[in-house]
């Protein structure tokens, strides 16, 4: 089964107007700088600071996702507290806040 793994983006005018709340551990990429944020459910991307390599160095690694249960319509999501790739088939509100850009 192929996916695709994107990061949320836009560039700096679009995050600042859109102020969106990153789902916990949801990754948002500033295209103008190359550096990202990483939501913690409840901070506004104006609220949060960028990612250093130490919260990266954090991430669990893409390829420990076990895709042998993945059904076509998953959303591959990184859960902070757990610090592990999980796939769900439901997204809350606050997950897809702010749309894409």
């Known amino acids: 089964m ?60 893409i390829g420990d996702v076990d895709t042998s249960n993945v059904t076509s319509g998953s959303t591959l999501v990184f859960d902070g507290p757990s610090a592990t790739w999980k796939t769900t088939t439901t997204l809350n509100a606050q997950q897809l806040d702010g749309g894409t850009f």
């Open 2 to 61: 192929n996916f695709q793994f994107q990061i949320r983006r836009g560039t700096a005018i679009q995050w600042a107007t859109a102020n969106p709340i990153l789902a916990e551990g949801e990754m948002g990429l500033d295209i103008d700088t190359n550096r990202i944020k990483i939501g913690n459910g409840v901070g506004h991307w104006l609220e949060l600071s960028y990612a250093t390599l130490h919260t990266i160095a954090k991430l669990t690694d």
